[in-house]
């Protein structure tokens, strides 16, 4: 909808979850270079505080605020307290996520289990505290930061592909309800971007990224609107594309593109 609520700098702040590295790193700094006031949440201090430093020259600020998005109470008492320190929060990109190789054998359930709970519910808890508030309001702009492996399985990422499978799924519900309360829900779904979550990885990753322009189109889709925020294009229709052949077609297909052998890690 092109009368979709976008925020702004002058309308109040922006929050970022999992801003200590990676994508979330990158957004903060893009974000207050457009000149917002970032509120950015990792569990680590050291990290932010120099993030709060490197955001001195900018045209806005970076402020540290401690969270850990699995801990429900603690994310609607830290929103509580930002808002009523910095004002409203216009803009949040719930962006916490780990990554971990999972394969069938051997099975790793605690890694499952730890991947959904900062992936998906440390995301629901985000949601939990700023939504009604928003509804409140009338107004506000989410983005959940999900990832291209969550259109279809991938090897060696179960855990990670099954999680943001079901933050994209959970967006599109959603989306439902949250225009008819005036807020803007978007789902962010990056392809391989420099990280240290894709350092991990041990196949081929084409069109990879920079950081500094996945941040860039992440927040260039912050200001357009619209429901999904994809990047590099190419791979993103690839990948749709792909997922709408028969599965014998698909699994043969990602096999070769992934170089995946079957052979032990």
């Not at 490197?54 to 929103?79: F, K």
């Not at 990885?201 to 260039?220: G, K, Q, V, Y």
């Amino acid at each position: 909808m092109n009368d979709q609520y976008r925020a702004s700098p002058k309308d109040g702040i922006a929050w970022v979850t999992g801003a200590s590295s990676g994508i979330g790193r990158g957004t903060v700094l893009e974000l207050a270079r457009r000149g917002y006031t970032v509120i950015a949440t990792a569990r680590r201090l050291p990290e932010l505080q120099t993030l709060v430093d490197e955001a001195g020259p900018l045209a806005g600020r970076v402020i540290a605020a401690i969270g850990d998005v699995t801990d429900a109470l603690g994310m609607e008492q830290l929103v509580a307290r930002l808002e009523q320190e910095y004002g409203e929060i216009v803009l949040a990109f719930l962006n916490a996520g780990i990554y971990f190789p999972l394969r069938a054998q051997p099975f790793d359930a605690a890694g499952f289990r730890k991947t959904f709970d900062v992936n998906v519910y440390g995301t629901i808890n985000g949601l939990a505290a700023l939504l009604p508030r928003m509804a409140e309001r009338g107004r506000g702009q989410i983005a959940l930061n999900a990832s291209v492996a969550g259109y279809g399985g991938l090897p060696r990422a179960a855990a990670y592909s099954g999680s943001k499978a079901a933050l994209i799924a959970m967006a599109e519900s959603l989306k439902f309800d949250t225009d008819l309360l005036g807020l803007t829900l978007q789902i962010v779904n990056p392809g391989f971007v420099e990280t240290p979550l894709t350092a991990l990885n041990d196949h081929p990753m084409p069109f990879l990224m920079t950081l500094d322009e996945a941040s860039r189109r992440i927040c260039d889709g912050f200001e357009k609107g619209g429901f999904e925020i994809t990047f590099p294009k190419r791979l993103a229709l690839i990948l749709k594309a792909l997922n709408m052949l028969p599965y014998s077609v698909y699994f043969s297909l990602i096999a070769k593109a992934t170089g995946w052998t079957g052979k032990a890690d």
